[in-house]
């Protein structure tokens, strides 16, 4: 069934073509030969077939909820022992998919959106102390390392009533380094025939998700023991909430999952997509220049922006979705046939087989977007663009019932940080600067460093 999908010209018994990948880019190395072979293709691994595809059309397919699911494998697969049936890593037959989405999902509705403005704003503060005080030293500011400490704030205040201290610190916080930890380890298993080669690694990672569960344990500990008004927020929702229907709860076990879960999932792709941003403003000052024209006349005078107004920063909006087109910093997901089932018209799956959508490919297919793809132009985000583009050629948050649940959350955040930031500061980049892309299962702007400029205004 898989003879008509293309694949690389040599392949080796054992290694296949994974000889002579990238260990540290398996996902660039992937976009390379997508770009050789075609909207769908093959490459083997330790006598493993994989299926990418990145077409425009085979991807709407696969979006098809009737005839395909979430597949929950390869770097996603890995994460099982850190996080188990938590809501990114569950199967899609496990029960407490469901329930933690039932009992979750209210935490992201407008309202509760609105109730984490105010401490959103209260971390963005936090952010740009820092930089007026790196500004004052003349030093370039660290922008990944600063989005990470930004995102990790925000989810931590908002999900969990918790305050990591990262803008206090010089170097990540440990939670930051273990689960960097964990995530390269996960993409590493990927790259090697057997996990016994990289036994010393597994020792570090063993104690890295220690580090993590005590992490979690303590704070959910101190929620219990505290006394007082409910904060309201996600871990109150894990902790009180019953289900609408069955009233169930989730077990202490999950908590402690999805806590991790959400912690790690809420922060480290925001931040890789505000750095983006950043980087892509700074390179490209006509549209730095619209986005501050218009944050100027929406914010005007206001000291800080109101939840409303948010939303209404539409261009701001374009350079972000613009960014998340060329770098989707959560760059697959993985689909799988829930029935014997023919892909496209042409390629025959099985149920239970399964490909893998190569996002920043499908954001670049010319079909979808034209022959000039690789170009930053926010203007595709236009509504009258929008409209005429096919369904499902934009897919940062992945599609169906297993999409993204913190979608509005990260938009809302990093449209208000941007906003923020523009409203402050010029961005300068640095000339030298070449954009390399650091992979550990989400992709970042590695070494990404700004110059910055106060703007002369109140703000
Ligand atoms: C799922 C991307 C921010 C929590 C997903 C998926 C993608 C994604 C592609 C689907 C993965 C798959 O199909 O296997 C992103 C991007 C973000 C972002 C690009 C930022 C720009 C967030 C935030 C939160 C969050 C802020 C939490 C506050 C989750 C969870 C899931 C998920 C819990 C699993 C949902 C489920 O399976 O029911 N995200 N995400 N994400 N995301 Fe996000």
Not at 270 to 279: D, E, I, K, Q, V
Not at 309 to 317: I, T
Not at 331 to 347: I, K, N, Q, S, Y
Request: with cysteine; glycine share 8%.
């Amino acid at each position: 069934e898989l003879h008509r999908i293309p694949h690389p010209p040599y392949r080796l018994p054992l290694l296949g073509d994974v000889l002579g990948a990238s260990r540290t880019r398996p996902l660039q190395d992937s976009l390379r030969h997508a770009r050789r072979l075609g909207p769908i293709f093959r490459r083997k691994a330790f006598g493993r077939e994989f299926v990418f595809v990145w077409g425009a059309g085979l991807t709407a397919d696969l979006a098809d909820e009737s005839r395909f699911a979430k597949h929950v494998g390869l770097g996603i697969a890995n994460l099982r022992p850190v996080v188990g049936d938590g809501l990114f890593t569950a199967y899609n037959h496990e029960p407490n998919w469901q329930l933690a989405h039932d009992v979750l999902a209210p935490g992201f509705s407008r309202e509760a959106m609105a109730g984490y403005h105010p401490m959103m704003l209260a971390v963005a503060d936090r952010l740009m102390d820092r930089w007026d005080r790196e500004l004052a030293a003349g030093r370039a500011v660290d922008v990944p390392g600063d989005m990470t400490r930004l995102t990790l704030e925000t989810i931590a205040r908002t999900g969990f009533g918790h305050d990591f201290g990262s803008f206090e610190r010089g170097r990540p916080h440990p939670f930051v380094t273990a689960m960097v930890g964990t995530l390269t380890y996960a993409q590493r298993l990927n790259t090697v025939p057997s996990p016994f080669l990289l036994r010393r690694a597994a020792h570090r990672n063993d104690a890295d998700i220690a580090y993590l569960n005590r992490t979690v344990d303590d704070l959910v500990r101190a929620r219990r023991t505290a006394s007082g008004d409910r904060a309201g927020d996600l871990l109150d929702r894990m902790l009180e909430t019953a289900h609408p229907e069955t009233g169930e709860r989730l077990s202490a076990e999950n908590v402690r999952r999805q806590v991790i879960t959400f912690l790690v999932a809420g922060h480290e792709t925001t931040s890789g997509a505000l750095s983006f941003a950043l980087h892509y403003l700074s390179r490209h000052p006509e549209a730095a220049a619209r986005a501050r024209a218009e944050v100027d006349r929406v914010w005007g005078d206001a000291a800080v922006p109101g939840y409303d107004q948010v939303a209404r920063l539409r261009y701001v909006r374009r350079v972000l979705d613009e960014s998340l087109r060329l770098w989707p910093t959560a760059p697959a997901f993985a689909r799988e046939a829930r029935e014997d089932t023919v892909l496209g018209g042409v390629h025959p799956m099985r149920r239970g087989a399964w490909a893998l959508v190569l996002t920043p490919m499908l954001h670049r297919d010319p079909e979808a977007w034209g022959t000039d793809a690789e170009r930053f132009d926010p203007d595709r985000f236009e509504p009258g663009a929008v409209r005429t583009r096919p369904a499902h050629t934009f897919k940062p948050f992945g599609t169906g019932a297993r999409a993204c649940i913190g979608r509005q959350f990260a938009l809302h955040e990093a449209t208000l940080v941007l906003g923020l930031l523009l409203r402050r500061y010029e961005l300068h980049a640095d000339p030298a600067y070449r954009l390399r892309v650091t992979e550990r299962l989400t992709v970042l702007p590695e070494g990404l460093r700004l110059h910055l400029e106060r703007r002369r205004t109140s703000h």
